[in-house]
DNA sequence: TGATTTTTGTACCGTTCCGAACAAATATAT
DNA sequence: ATATATTTGTTCGGAACGGTACAAAAATCA
């Protein structure tokens, strides 16, 4: 954020980066996702990413600097995703289960075991104390109800709802079906087991 | 555990203890409730127990051990308290509501600010690394779906529920909705809107 | 080539962590 | 009273924690 030219390739002057800040955070965040935010090392966090604490200091501030950015990072990625899957044009019970097959991936992706939602696996533990973090959830819980509920209205109007049915209502339900399943992926459901679930769920939600 | 008469009285021997074991468990319960498993220190539960360390360890064991105790303490009140409210003897809209309003003063108990639900907030996060923590939380989970199928089959028998309602399905969204409720309640939701969430979920639940 | 700039990697600091050792304290039993 | 049993509270130790100082390394600029 020093200096932003237009140019391609300006001129960085001392030694190059070993490694590509962006790819390092996606890393970090890896680390935090498995373990926590309390439960995770700066030490480990090095491994991951492969840099030595110093490099990762400088580049992202302290351990609650690189986790906020971590989840920032996050929240984009998952509203990206499901606004992709909450396109116009498809029919609402498939853009529904578009949503939750993106979810479900990310929640079953990674090399080790299952993990899960990386914001209910770590920014909801720590939102009690932290001020921050808690408006960043209390922020992203907030768009995720209101995504849903735009596309159940325009589903309503044309003609997929039934008239009464009240959209801010099944746009919560709709996220609290993300929420179930993202709990349940991290006490070890299995993937099909959870896609079953939101397939019935999308049924009830869309009458 | 060391032996067990009949007797209310048998003979204690040496030094009576200065903390009852059964308040120290909800005390330490509070303190990782706060904080999470991994964000609460032995020092922290000294403090919040009048305990110090070594009586803690002679009491519970370790700090994971400790932990287990609580998280299934903390289960076996949550039980307790939906099957109260899940009782025979009132409607389905009633008994739902109960169930969230139990839910609620739990999430909202406790002098700082609302901490939503202990295993959300801590057995969650420890899920993926802890295969006793994440097998605890599978369990858990099971016994709500379990114990609402059930009450949702009892309804539909007496005619409460439509005849093709699923209590699979609206099971697992009673639980849904609990879920939501309890991330909802740790981002900071006020109370009242929570409730108010919760009343019109059981509107769609009930059909 | 030599000066400058930035990142890397080693080493270190003070603190906090969990767990245990051990003596003092407080009860009952004889 | 003396012995025995159990808990308490002080103290310690070794490891891990987050964060930083500082020199070596690796690039560009002059």
């Known amino acids: 954020m020093v200096q932003k030219k237009s140019n391609t390739e300006p001129k960085p002057r001392g030694r190059p980066r070993a490694y590509d800040p962006q790819t390092a955070l996606l890393r970090a965040r890896d680390a935090f996702w498995k373990t926590g935010y309390s439960g995770t090392s700066l030490d480990e966090i090095s491994a991951a990413t492969g840099m030595n604490r110093p490099s990762l200091y400088a580049a992202f501030g302290d351990k609650r600097a690189l986790y906020l950015e971590a989840l920032a990072q996050y929240w984009q990625l998952s509203f990206a995703s499901m ?25 079953f992706s990674g090399d080790g075991r299952p993990r899960g939602c990386f914001v209910i696996g770590t920014a909801v533990t720590e939102a009690i104390e932290d001020s921050e973090i808690r408006q960043s959830l209390a922020a992203g819980l907030q768009t995720f109800d209101t995504d849903f509920e735009a596309r159940l209205r325009t589903a309503r109007e044309k003609g997929e709802l039934k008239g009464d049915a009240d959209p801010a209502v099944l746009g919560v339900l709709a996220t609290a079906t993300m929420h179930t399943i993202a709990i349940r992926a991290r006490a070890g459901a299995p993937r099909a087991e959870l896609r079953e679930l939101a397939r019935k769920a999308v049924k009830v939600i869309c009458g």
């Open 83 to 107: 606004r992709e899957a909450l396109a116009d044009d498809r029919p609402l019970d498939e853009a529904l289960m578009h949503v939750y097959e993106g979810a479900l991936s990310i929640y």
